[in-house]
């Protein structure tokens, strides 16, 4: 199992890189690159440790190493009411176009937990050798089966979530890394 500061680390190294290429490149003194350095290395590091807990932390101790969240601002909570209200207003006035995407955000949701399910074949069981001798035995046995059917069905959407997130981490690093890239070139 790979430690979250090693990921960490390895991943500021390869960040140190670009930013040591960016800066040799630019025009500032030699203290004005260093303080650069510091202030993107920081914010790199603070910003991975605490995507990466958030996404991929399995244990309380991991959790406890993440940073703590940012703080919300008055500021912040009125942007976002004054969002919601804009966005309830939308939907007041334009109740037909708020419908129809509420409906294609539905449907893409009911594709989406479709695919998760297994397509199974029912077939008659023959019951006809079964005695009722040990019936206890036989209903904590489909007890567990059932418990544990339970158990995999979570396993499995955990695990399509996590894939999803680490799609998503992926593509936001190489926009990042293309965005970076190009900030070089130029």
Known sequence: ????????????????????????????????????REKFRTAFKTNIELGLATVFAQTDSAKEHAPPQTEVTVDDLML?????????????????????????????????????????????????GVTENH?????????????DLKCCKDLVVENMDKTSRLIESYKILKNTEEA???????
């Open 1 to 36: 199992m790979v430690n979250l500061d090693s990921c960490v680390a390895e991943l500021a190294e390869g960040f140190d890189a670009v930013v040591d290429k960016s800066l040799a490149q630019s025009e500032a003194s030699h203290e004005e690159r260093e303080l650069l």
């Open 80 to 128: 976002q009411e004054g969002a919601l209200l804009r966005v309830v207003g939308r939907r007041n006035r334009y109740p037909a176009k708020a419908a129809s995407l509420l409906g294609m955000t539905l449907k893409k949701n009911r594709t989406m937990l479709k695919g998760l399910k297994v397509n199974i074949t029912r077939e008659k069981v023959d019951l006809s």
């Open 180 to 186: 970076c890239l190009d900030n070089m070139e130029s």
């Open 135 to 147: 019936s206890e035995v036989l209903e904590n046995c489909f007890v567990k089966v059932n418990s």
